[in-house]
C-alpha cells in the first residue's frame, strides 16, 4: 500500500499532488480560521525584553501571566504623568518563583546592569512590582505546567541544554515555539491538536445550547474550587519561596524597590475553605516577608471592584475590557504612588 | 531526536537539501548521511555517540580483517568472536546488566544468603538492539563469505548510522543497503511519492492511532486494572495490540518513507500481521526484519548443526522465543511473553504434523482445511494468543500478570477509561477503528482494486485527497507526540 503506483509517479504528477494538497490545507486553513480564529498572540517575556531593551523605564514589572494586565496601565501612567514615568513589564506564561528567578538572572539582569562607556545604560530603574498569586509557590512535581523553553528561551539556552542533556520531552517545547511562530497565521498550526478547531466545526453542525454552556461552566467552577482547595497541600514549596526571598535580594541589592503585588482572584473560584486555609497561608505569609524585608506588599486577592464576567474563560485572567478598568482603580487605590516620581535612593 | 517529532521538520529539509546537492556523488551523499546520523544520535544522548561510533570502526576493522584473502581459519573465527563478544558484550552491559544483578540479588536472597551487589542504572544508547544486529549480521555474513567485505569506512558508518532506523529499525542487513550506498544515487519521482505515502502513513498509524490508544484507553486500564470491569480489560489488551501496532508498524513506514527521500529502501518490517491465520505466519508478518534475523543467524544454525541441538526443532523454537523475548527488555515479562510465542509454534508445529496424518487417512481433512470455518478459526486462535501473550509484555511484574489475567474474568471496578467517556473521544475510537479496518480491507481483492483506482486517480484528486488527510491530523494531532514504544527496545 505504501508503494505508489509507477504509472503514476513522474515529477509532474508528484509535483501536482503536492501543490494540490497543499493548496487544499492553505484553504481549509482560511476557512477554518472564519470559525475558530487564530488566538491572540499574549506578551510574552520576549516582548518585555524588547521593551525593556528599548527603554530606561523608572519601574520594571515582573511576574506571572496577569502582568499583562499592567499593560493598559502603562498607558495610563505615561498619560498621567506626562511621560516622566516610563513602565516596563514583564511577563511570564504558566511560570511559578524559580520561572521569574530565572528570566530575572538570565534575561533581564543583563539589561538591568548594562554598562556602556562606564555608565548604566538603564539608571532609572527604581522600583520593581512582583505580581503574583499562591500559585507562584507551587510543587513543579504537581503542577507540571512550567514551560521556560516556550516562554523565555533563547537560541542560545536551547543550544546549551541540548549540548548538556540532548534533545529532550523539556527542551523541546523550545523547537516547538520556534516552529508556531513561523506560522503565526495559520490556525492549523497554531491550534494543531487542541481540538478547537474540531470543536469549533461541531458547534456548526450540532451547536452546543445556552444551558449546557451555563452547566459546563457551573461545572468548571465547582472543580476551580475543589482545586484551589487541594493546593493547600502542593502549593507551598520551599524552593520557590527561596527564589522569591532571591528575587527580593535582587531588587534590593540594586537599589531598586520591590513592592509584591498579590493579583485579584475570580470571586466565584474562592470558596471559605481554600480562604482559610491556601489563600490564608499565603497571604500571612506576603505580609511577614513584606515586614520582615522592608518590602511594600499589595494585598487585592479580594478587593478589586471584578466580577466573574471580567475573567476570561480560564476564570484567572482578566478580559481585555476588564483590564483598564482594572488599571484605573488601581492606580486610584493601592498602586498610586506608580504616579509619583520613583525615590532617589530607591529601596528605603 | 525523533522522527515523528517537530525537529524533523528543522533537521530533515536541511538534510535533503544538502544531501541532493550532491546527486550521484556517493562521498558528499554519504558523508552526509554519516554526519546527519551522528548529529541525530547525538541529540539523543550527547554522552553516547562513542558507543555507536566505537561499534562502528571496530566492526569495520573485523570485517576487513575476516574477509582478507588467505587469512587463516583460526584467525577469521577469532575475529568474528571478538565482534559477537563485543557486540553482545556491549547490549548486556547497556540493557541488561541491572536486570541480571537484580535477579542475582533476588537469587540469592531466596536462598538464604545476605548478599546485595549494586545495581547500575545505565542510561540506554539509542536504538542499540537494532545496529547491533545489524552489525552482527555484517560479521557473521562476511565470515561465512555470503556478502562481500565493505572496503570503505565512509560507507559502513553511514549504514549503521543511517538515521531514519537508528531509533526502531528495521534491523538493516549489510546487503540490503550498503549496496545502495556503494553507488551515488539520483532522485527519482517514484521515490519520493513512494517516500512520502509511507511516511504520511506511518505518521497516521504512530501520532494518531497508537498516541490515542495509549493514554485514553490502555494506559489508565492498565495502570489500575482493579478500577475496571472485566470488559474493559479484555479491551486495554486488544488496544494495545493496536497500539503497539500503530507505534512500531507506523514507526518502520515513517522510516521507510524517509529512507526512500534519500534514494534508500529498506526492508519491509510488517505486513498486515493481523490477517495471519497462524502464529507462524504472524511472525512472517510483524517485526519481519528481527525474526528473519533470529532465523538465519540462531534458529537455522542451532537446528541444523551437527551436534546435540540437530533437529530439536521444538527446543530451538522455545530458546529462540526466550531470546527474542529478551531483546525486547530485561524482564521477565518480556522472557515469559516470548517462551509462550515459543510454546505456540511448537504446538502449531506438532498439530500441522498430526494434520498431515489425518490428511493421508482421508483426503476430507484436506478438504475441511480449506474452508472458511477453518479459516475463521484459525485466525481467531492465531490473533487471541497474540492479544492474551501481550498481558506479559506490558505488564512485567509476574503477581501483577496474574492479577489481570483473574480480572479478564471476575472484576468489581467500574470506571470508564477516558475514551469512552465523552461523545468526541468515542467518535476518535470509531474513526480509529475504522481506518485499522480500511487499511487492512486494501490486502482483499475489492480494496485492492479500490486503492489501485485511487493511484490510477488524476493528481489533483489524490492532491486534495491528502491535503484532507492532512488537515484531519493538523486538527486531531498535537504537536508534541508520545515516544515510540520500540524505541525502549
Known sequence: ?348 | MSIHQVELWFFLPVMLVLYWLGAGRRLWQNGVLLVGGWLFYWTWNPTLLWVIVAATVLDYAIGRFIGTEGRPESHRKAALALSVIYNLGQLCWFKYIGWFTGSFNDLMTALGFEVSAPILKIALPLGISYFTFGKLAYAIEVYYRRSPVCESLLNFATWVAFFPQLVAGPIVRPRQMIPQIEVGRRPTAKMFAGGAQAFLLGFILKAYVADWLGPNIVDPIMSAPTDYSAAMHWLAVVGYGLQIFGDFAGYSLMAIGLGRLFGVELPENFNFPFLSKSMMEFWRRWHITLNTWLFDYLYGPLTLSRGWWRGRLDLGFLVVFALCGLWHGAAWGFMLWGVLHGVALVVERRWGEYYKTLCRKDRVWVKRRKTRVYAFVAWALAQSWFIVTLIPFRIHDVGNIAGYVQGMFVSAGSAVPPGLESLRELQHFAVILLFLVVYHLTQTRLGGWAWGRFQAAPAPIRGVAYGLVLVYLFIYVPLSAGTFVYANF
Open chain 1, 1 to 348: 500500500m505504501a508503494q505508489a503506483n509507477q504509472s503514476t509517479s513522474n515529477w509532474g504528477s508528484v509535483a501536482v499532488v503536492a501543490v494540490c494538497a497543499l493548496v487544499t490545507v492553505v484553504a481549509a486553513d482560511f476557512a477554518l480560521a472564519r470559525l475558530s480564529p487564530v488566538p491572540t498572540a499574549i506578551m510574552e517575556v520576549d516582548d518585555g525584553i524588547r521593551m525593556l531593551r528599548d527603554h530606561d523605564p523608572d519601574t520594571l514589572i515582573l511576574g506571572s501571566s496577569h502582568t499583562r494586565s499592567f499593560l493598559p496601565m502603562r498607558d495610563l501612567i505615561r498619560e498621567r504623568t506626562s511621560g516622566d514615568n516610563e513602565v516596563v513589564l514583564v511577563p511570564v506564561e504558566w511560570g511559578l518563583f524559580t520561572s521569574y528567578k530565572w528570566v530575572l538572572d538570565n534575561r533581564v539582569a543583563p539589561l538591568v546592569d548594562e554598562v556602556r562607556n562606564g555608565q548604566k545604560v538603564r539608571p532609572s530603574i527604581k522600583r520593581a512590582l512582583i505580581i503574583t498569586t499562591f500559585y507562584d509557590a507551587c510543587d513543579v512535581q504537581h503542577i507540571g505546567n512550567v514551560n521556560l523553553p516556550a516562554r523565555a528561551w533563547e537560541a542560545q539556552h536551547f543550544g546549551d541544554d541540548l549540548a548538556h542533556k540532548g534533545l529532550t520531552e523539556f527542551n523541546r517545547n523550545y523547537l516547538q515555539t520556534r516552529w508556531k511562530s513561523a506560522f503565526s497565521g495559520s490556525v492549523l498550526i497554531q491550534n494543531r491538536g487542541h481540538e478547537r478547531v474540531g470543536d469549533a466545526l461541531r458547534e456548526v453542525v450540532r451547536p452546543v445550547s445556552d444551558e449546557r454552556k451555563a452547566e459546563v461552566r457551573a461545572e468548571n467552577v465547582k472543580w476551580a474550587k475543589r482545586n484551589m482547595e487541594k493546593q493547600w497541600d502542593i502549593c507551598w514549596h520551599p524552593p520557590e519561596i527561596a527564589a522569591l526571598e532571591q528575587i527580593l535580594d535582587f531588587f534590593l541589592t540594586r537599589d531598586i524597590e520591590p513592592t509584591i503585588i498579590l493579583f485579584p482572584l475570580l470571586p466565584d473560584i474562592t470558596s471559605e475553605k481554600s480562604k482559610a486555609t491556601t489563600l490564608l497561608r499565603y497571604e500571612k505569609y506576603a505580609a511577614e516577608l513584606g515586614k520582615r524585608r522592608g518590602v511594600r506588599v499589595v494585598d487585592m486577592t479580594y478587593g478589586a471592584p471584578l466580577v466573574g464576567a471580567d475573567f476570561q474563560d480560564d476564570f484567572d485572567h482578566l478580559t481585555r475590557e476588564a483590564n483598564p478598568r482594572f488599571a484605573a482603580w488601581a492606580l486610584e487605590n493601592h498602586l498610586q504612588f506608580l504616579l509619583e516620581p520613583p525615590s532617589p535612593g530607591g529601596a528605603p
